[in-house]
């Protein structure tokens, strides 16, 4: 069993910046792919960006050159920067990690962006 906690959510005026952090309980090392989601109410869960085992990177049209994925092995974190936040970036974002054919999720963290 994994368990991711996120950090790093909160409230910003449109513009701002945050950083979140996804801390895992285990060595990410041997992760396949490391995601970020995000689900702004009454809408479904989305893709954000992710991050392979070997530094690949992938974002959604909405956040490319916005938002940037990163991973520390070491700290066994992942990161996403977040740069020239809308209030269309308001949502609950989540972790995800994929390892040995399973995935595990976090619990969230807040993201609001005022106007």
């Known amino acids: 069993q994994v368990q991711l906690v996120e950090s790093g959510g909160g409230l910003v005026q449109a513009g701002g910046s945050l950083r979140l952090s996804c801390a895992a309980s285990?060595?990410?090392?041997?992760?396949?792919?490391m995601g970020w989601y995000r689900q702004a109410p009454g809408k479904q869960r989305e893709l954000v960006a992710t991050?392979?085992?070997?530094?690949?990177?992938n974002y959604a049209d909405s956040v490319k050159s916005r938002f940037t994925i990163s991973r520390d092995n070491a700290k066994n974190t992942v990161y996403l920067q977040m740069n020239s936040l809308k209030p269309a970036d308001t949502a609950v974002y989540y972790c995800?990690?994929?390892?040995?054919?399973?995935?595990?999720w976090g619990q969230g963290t807040q993201v609001t962006v005022s106007s």
């Open positions: 995800n990690m994929g390892l040995w054919g399973k995935y595990y």
């Open positions: 991050i392979t085992s070997g530094g690949g990177s």
């Open positions: 285990r060595s990410i090392f041997s992760a396949d792919i």
